[in-house]
């Protein structure tokens, strides 16, 4: 297994990154309205985005506003699809070991 996908199986099975990723599931989401949705510090939801932003599974947007002032920062999937398949198919792993015990 090549260090990319070791990265990215250690990054995503951290506690807490998975309920980052099931957020983004849902469409992008500011990274205050991520941490109340997760409960996750303000440092571990920092650190946790940051992570998964390097290893090219999150992007950084901007959100759209019509009031003044610098629009928020929002968070999303780069690819959703992918994504959701590379957690489902790690879900069915896990549960076809454990049927073999």
């Known amino acids: ?4 996908a070791r990265q990215l199986i250690a990054t995503i099975s951290e506690e ?3 309920a980052l990723v ?7 989401r500011t990274e205050t309205e991520l ?5 996750l ?3 571990g939801a920092h ?6 932003q390097g290893l090219g599974v999150i992007e950084e947007t901007t959100r759209t506003t019509t009031g003044p002032g610098r629009p928020p920062r929002e ?13 489902k198919q790690a879900e069915a792993l896990g549960r076809a070991l454990k049927a073999k015990r």
Do not use: P
């Open 41 to 43: 510090s303000h440092r």
């Open 22 to 28: 099931r957020q983004l599931r849902d469409g992008a």
């Open 16 to 18: 807490g990154t998975d």
């Open 75 to 87: 968070w999303k999937l780069t690819n959703a699809t992918a994504i959701d398949r590379f957690l």
């Open 47 to 52: 650190e946790r985005l940051a992570r998964l």
């Open 1 to 4: 297994m090549r260090n990319d």
């Open 35 to 39: 941490r109340r949705a997760t409960e």
